[in-house]
Every structure is written in structure tokens, then in C-alpha cells.
DNA sequence: GCGATCCCTCAGCAACGGCTCAGCCAATTC
DNA sequence: GAATTGGCTGAGCCGTTGCTGAGGGATCGC
């Protein structure tokens, strides 16, 4: 799994003690340094402690909601960035103005390789000098985070949102097996519970569109058994 | 056998008496170094006590479940990843959730070669400082357990996942003779109880296609009477 | 509110892999 | 050199896996 250079802290903040966990554990073996919280109250005093550079943020927490928490962070003089937790059926309008600053949101229940890609995405844009590029390429397939677009040999290719998730996800982890169950956690919604079968199907969409169109060499490998593989031909 | 280094400690963690005894003595003798638990209570103050490396934790125990046992140690600030043992048939591409973070699961009955490998591939994604290769090697055959592809020569060849399995666990032990019982328990899942013979089929088709399809040496040769044995040329 | 898109399920089909068996060949023993 | 044992391999059966097209229901965008 390609690394976040250089390491940035995040702060975690959700009082549902599996998400936090979940994330929390997410985001460490995605590279980044994590500190956790379960409520508003340690949240600030966490954020004092270890000044992180971004936090996640539940916007319902036991002691108070997540914009108090990002008021009191800003009067405090803190303007990392924040990206919310809200969950699905949430009002529009309590949601609107979430994104002004460098901020963003995701709604519950949410893909775990979602969450990591916005989180990349906000301090990328905070933090400019990285030399981490929006782009991952492998061979002639190129895919592009902020604008949501994907190429094969300069052709763009239409893909819906989770074909974009799954492939941008194979492409995070090329020359590597990868099997439906792993696909099925990294890419679909936490809570789904329907079965593994469905990769299939988003395998079979995605091949259509990115190993079809073009006549050159098929990306998408089956590994009978164990799973599937994206081949890049320059190792690594 | 190939040894792990550094020397990693590992937790195993399963209540039923056999299954324990099995993982813990093939684990030592791959070059781990095992603490064993009965149940979440004892794994939990086990890990405590030893701070292993990675856990090999059974789903169904007695006293908790292995989810529960994950969380309780993630609470106690220990993120060791962890590699859970699930039933085959309990609903299982439903289970979801094993495989994020650095985790990673085996169904039972397993095969012991598997599960050793599942675990050098956790260690090795966890603390990527090792140079421990995912790349085994001997003479001009090579094996990517990450990719799970096996080439002669620069040539890729493919392999079906019991031949897979047979060649790596003739890999891991060049130079040495291995008898077909040994075989059949290392490769072979622990509940299956048909014949050795099945080895001679498996050896049959290896060496049609890693030692046919060059016309180099034959790599596999047959001790009769006593076994199998994959000949390396340069002694290591 | 309507159409288009997307997500997911399901079922049919084809290919593959696991395993067994039988017949043959090779090595070994007497 | 005959008999015996051990190993090799082709054939075949059968369950499993993976692929794909079709369709239903939900959601999104206009």
C-alpha cells in the first residue's frame, strides 16, 4: 500500500468506540500518526497536546456537536482542517457550509478507502509542497482523485462512483492479490451485508471499460481462488 | 525451513486443544517464537504480559469472541494486527471486517503452510523495515507470494492454488527431502484424510509445468522410498 | 415528478480445479 | 530374470468458482 509522505497527524474523533477503532487502525496502515478521542471535551485538549494536522470529526458526540468542537478549536487559534462524520439522512442544510474552509465531509456509513481519499485529498490541498500528486498511474491507466476522471493510454473513461472506488483501490495496491473479501472491506460501505458475489459484478463492469475499449494487454487479472490483480508492468 | 527474521513473537489464541497445540509447535518450528491462550481472558492478559508481534486469534471462543477480544486490546493501546481463524461455512464472505487494517483471516480446516504464509504477509506489510522478501527464490524459479505468481526464467507460470501451495512449501525447504505425509500435512488442509497419493498427482503436475516447459534442469526430483526434494545449485 | 443512472441480486453457463482410479513403467529385491 | 513394490500419468467425475446478462428497486439530477 502506497505510503502518505510525509506522515501526518490526524486526529480521530467519535464516540461509537468500532468506528473509532475502525479508523483509527485505517489510517495508521495507511501511513498517517493517530491520535484518538471519544468525545468533544478530550477532543480539544487532545488537539492542544498534539497539535494534529487534520482531524476527524464526528458532527454527533455525546458533550457537544462537531461544529461547536471546530469553534472552540478556531477560537483557540487551531485551523487545521476537519473533515465530518454525518450521517446519511442528515439535513441538507446542517451539512451546507461544511466545506467552506479546506474542510470536507463523509457520510455514514462510509468506505474505508473513501474516508483515507478525502483525507488525502484535504491535505493535499492544505498542504501543497508534498509532492504527493492526485494522479496514481499504472502503465497507461491513469487516475486522477481531484478531478474524478480516468484514463487508458490519454482516452477518458466514464466509470460510476464505485467502479471509481474499486479501481482507484486496485490501483493503490497493483502486482498484489486481492481478494473479494478484502475488495468487499475497502471499498463498499462498512455496514454492507450482502455477499462477496457482487465484486464480481464490478470487476465484470470495470473490465468492459478499462481492459475492453483499448486493445492493449488486460490490467485486470483473476487469480482463481484467491482473488484479483491489477498488473503494472514496471515493478514497482 | 526458512526462518523469520527478526524472530517475531506471536499470541495464539484458540480453545480447542488440538488446533492450539498445532498452530503452536508448526509456528516454532517456522521460527516464531508462540505464547499460547485458551480464551479472550487469558489472550488478553497473555498480551499484556508479552506484547507479541501479531495474534492468530480463533473468531468463536468460549468466554468472548475474537472481535471482542480485538477491541479490548485495541482500548489497551495495543495494535499488533491480528489473524483471525473463521469457521468455512459460518455465512462466510458475510463475515466482513477482517481485513482492514493490517488484519487478515484464514477459514478452517486450514492448511499449515497457509496459514505460516498469511502470517509472514501480515508481518511483513506491518513492519516493512524487514528485507524480508515476499520473493522466494531458488535457482532461476521464483515465487511472489504477493502476487501470487510463480516464474522459471523470466517466464510467468500458472498455477492452480494447490500447486501453488506445493511449490512454496517445496521452495521454503530446498535441498531437503520431504516425505509425502509431510507433505500432505503441510499443504494439505488438517481435516483431510485421502491418501498420500494425491501427492504423487500434484508432484505429476508441478513438474509438468515448471520443469517441462523449459528445457532446463529438472528442479524436482524423487527420493523413492522416502520422498520429494527441490534441488537448488547454488547452497545457501 | 420523470427519466436516467446506479446498485445489487440472481440464475445460467462455462471453465477450472480437486480428487480418485487404473494401467503402465521403473526400480528394487530375491 | 521374475516378482514385487513404488511412482507416474492420463482419463474422468463432480463440485466449485467466476463471468455475464437481465431485471428490480432505489436514488439522483433536471
Same mark, same amino acid.
Given at each position: 500500500?502506497?505510503?502518505? /509522505? !510525509?506522515? #501526518?497527524?490526524?486526529?480521530?474523533?467519535?464516540?461509537?468506540?468500532?468506528? +473509532?477503532?475502525?479508523?483509527?487502525?485505517?489510517?495508521?496502515?495507511?501511513?498517517?500518526?493517530? /491520535?484518538?478521542?471519544?468525545?468533544? &471535551?478530550?477532543?480539544?485538549?487532545?488537539?492542544?497536546?498534539?497539535? !494534529?494536522?487534520?482531524?476527524?470529526?464526528?458532527?454527533?458526540?455525546?458533550?457537544?456537536?462537531?461544529?461547536?468542537? *471546530?469553534? +472552540?478549536?478556531?477560537?483557540?487559534? @487551531?485551523?487545521?482542517?476537519?473533515?465530518?462524520?454525518? #450521517? &446519511?439522512?442528515? *439535513?441538507?442544510?446542517?451539512?451546507?457550509?461544511?466545506?467552506? $474552509? $479546506?474542510?470536507?465531509?463523509?457520510?455514514?456509513?462510509?468506505?474505508?478507502?473513501?474516508?483515507?481519499? &478525502?483525507? +488525502? #485529498?484535504?491535505? @493535499?490541498?492544505?498542504?501543497?509542497? %508534498?509532492?504527493?500528486?492526485? /494522479?496514481?498511474?499504472?502503465?497507461?491507466?491513469?487516475?486522477?482523485?481531484?478531478?474524478?476522471?480516468?484514463?487508458? $493510454?490519454? %482516452?477518458?473513461?466514464?466509470?460510476? !462512483?464505485?467502479?471509481?472506488?474499486?479501481?482507484?483501490?486496485?490501483?493503490?495496491?497493483?502486482? &498484489?492479490?486481492?481478494?473479494?473479501?478484502?475488495?468487499?472491506?475497502?471499498?463498499?460501505?462498512?455496514?454492507?451485508? $450482502?455477499?462477496?458475489?457482487?465484486?464480481? =459484478?464490478?470487476?465484470?463492469?470495470?473490465?468492459?471499460?478499462?481492459?475492453?475499449? =483499448?486493445?492493449?494487454?488486460?490490467?485486470?487479472?483473476?487469480?482463481?481462488?484467491?482473488?484479483?490483480?491489477? @498488473? =503494472?508492468?514496471?515493478? +514497482?
Amino acid at each position: 500500500m502506497k505510503k502518505t /509522505v !510525509p506522515e #501526518a497527524k490526524l486526529l480521530v474523533v467519535d464516540d461509537e468506540p468500532n468506528i +473509532r477503532e475502525l479508523l483509527s487502525t485505517s489510517l495508521r496502515v495507511a501511513g498517517f500518526d493517530v /491520535v484518538a478521542a471519544a468525545n468533544g &471535551r478530550d477532543a480539544l485538549a487532545a488537539a492542544e497536546t498534539h497539535n !494534529p494536522d487534520l482531524a476527524v470529526l464526528d458532527v454527533m458526540l455525546p458533550d457537544m456537536d462537531g461544529f461547536t468542537v *471546530t469553534r +472552540r478549536l478556531r477560537a483557540a487559534g @487551531r485551523h487545521f482542517p476537519v473533515v465530518f462524520l454525518t #450521517a &446519511r439522512d442528515d *439535513t441538507e442544510d446542517k451539512v451546507t457550509g461544511l466545506t467552506v $474552509g $479546506g474542510d470536507d465531509y463523509v457520510t455514514k456509513p462510509f468506505s474505508l478507502d473513501e474516508v483515507v481519499a &478525502r483525507i +488525502r #485529498a484535504v491535505l @493535499r490541498r492544505t498542504h501543497p509542497l %508534498e509532492d504527493d500528486d492526485a /494522479v496514481i498511474r499504472v502503465d497507461d491507466l491513469e487516475l486522477d482523485d481531484d478531478a474524478h476522471e480516468v484514463r487508458r $493510454g490519454g %482516452e477518458t473513461i466514464d466509470l460510476s !462512483p464505485t467502479e471509481f472506488k474499486l479501481l482507484r483501490y486496485l490501483m493503490m495496491n497493483p502486482n &498484489r492479490v486481492l481478494s473479494k473479501a478484502q475488495i468487499l472491506d475497502h471499498v463498499w460501505e462498512y455496514d454492507f451485508n $450482502g455477499d462477496a458475489s457482487i465484486v464480481e =459484478s464490478y470487476i465484470s463492469y470495470l473490465r468492459r471499460k478499462i481492459d475492453r475499449s =483499448s486493445d492493449a494487454v488486460a490490467l485486470i487479472q483473476t487469480k482463481r481462488g484467491v482473488g484479483y490483480l491489477l @498488473r =503494472s508492468a514496471d515493478k +514497482r
